[in-house]
């Protein structure tokens, strides 16, 4: 378990009160109440994923009645959910607790009256555009106007006052000011959790393979299409990495294109073979392109791209953290730093 998602989840369980904790095994704790102690075996995650939540149903039941879910943060949704399935699981970022273990019954989670009057739309889709213009205009500035973020997400006024009322109600938007003058104040660690438990878009996805010798050669190649007149934006871990680079390498690329391009033409122009296994190259696709609408050339906090890669469209940091949170192997961890390094550089009073 990672120290720092450790030490909250201690902090979380003592501050609950007349709960004891100690250090158990790897990725154990020893909770003890009033004498009688247990031993909470922890799967910590990045983000929720169904299949998470299947591993753990399958375990032999003397080790998933112990079992707990350690995730960042979770909708009501998915908590009522987590219930009604009989898993416990603690929020490592809300502090919410839901445990139902051998010999302890603990329930600490609230949830807001904000987020049970909300009716926020899916942000798979166009509401997602809206708030990713939001996270992209809020990290540079503290306020931001009703018109200046339809016009940056391409909604209309009429949606985008609706997504702000809904996001107010979410806790995720602070209202400054009254009548013709009045904005808001984007808080980007909610927007992005409200993000990153709802989920982007549920791509069609079509394998290619491309032979090239690098990573960087993998992408150059693809970033040609570009300059051929074809939209396209590198998304997923490989988006995040590009940002952020965590990783030395990724095993494959995902690249959105338009929904309306089929995939055997992107396969052509680069000189790629359509497969069904071994792929290095997922070609991305979803009904209204919500990814393509804010890509743009890619953006490094920590160093210059690689030559020749400064130009390639990508998916925006926002957009990329939540498609690596969905990914497997190392993606949530990319995702995370990602995560972390878009707070990290927010616009802060002192930044003027």
């Known amino acids: 378990m990672e120290p720092g998602v450790e030490a909250k989840v201690v902090q979380r369980l003592r501050r609950a009160g007349g709960i004891e904790v100690r250090p158990g095994g790897p990725g154990d704790l020893v909770v003890s109440i009033k004498g009688t102690e ?14 998470v939540l299947h591993q753990i149903e399958r375990l032999p039941p003397e080790q998933r009645e112990r079992t707990v879910l350690v995730v960042p943060s979770l ?32 329930d600490l989670v609230e949830e807001p009256r904000a987020d049970a009057e909300t009716s926020l739309p899916r942000l798979s889709g166009k509401a997602g555009i809206v708030v990713e213009a939001l996270i992209e205009v809020g990290r540079g500035q503290e306020l931001v106007s009703q018109p200046e973020i339809a016009e940056r997400s391409g909604s ?3 949606w985008t006052s609706r997504i ?14 009254r009548g013709p003058a009045k904005e808001w104040r984007p808080k980007l660690d909610e927007l992005l959790r409200l993000w990153i438990a709802d989920g982007g878009p549920s791509p069609t996805v079509t394998g290619m393979y491309l032979w090239t010798r690098t990573l960087p050669d993998l992408l150059r190649a693809v970033g040609q299409t570009g300059a051929e007149g074809l939209s396209y934006a590198v998304g997923g871990v490989a988006a995040a990495n590009l940002h952020e680079p965590t990783l030395t390498s990724v095993p494959s690329v995902n690249v959105w294109i338009p929904l309306s391009i089929p995939a055997e033409s992107l396969a052509a122009r680069v000189g790629a073979e359509l497969v069904d296994a071994g792929a290095n190259v997922f070609i991305w696709q979803a009904a209204g392109d919500p990814p393509l609408r804010l890509a743009r050339p ?10 020749g890669l400064g ?16 990914g497997t ?15 990290e550089h927010a616009w802060r009073p002192d930044d003027e």
Do not use: C
Not at 39 to 44: C, M, N
Not at 329 to 343: D, F, K, S, T
């Open 38 to 51: 247990t031993v909470l075996s922890l799967e910590v995650k990045h983000r929720f994923v169904e299949e």
């Open 75 to 106: 909708s009501p949704k998915r908590r009522h959910e987590l219930r009604h399935r009989d898993v416990s699981w603690i929020e490592y970022q809300t502090g919410a607790i839901h445990l139902r273990v051998p010999h302890m019954a603990i």
């Open 156 to 158: 209309t006024q009429a």
């Open 164 to 177: 702000f009322g809904e996001l107010v109600k979410a806790g995720a938007l602070d209202v400054v000011g």
């Open 298 to 307: 890619l953006e490094r906090w920590r160093s210059d791209a690689p030559e």
């Open 311 to 326: 130009r390639l469209s990508v998916v925006t940091p926002a957009r990329a953290v939540v498609e690596a949170l969905q």
């Open 329 to 343: 192997g190392r993606g949530p961890e990319v995702g995370e730093n990602l995560r972390r390094r878009i707070l």
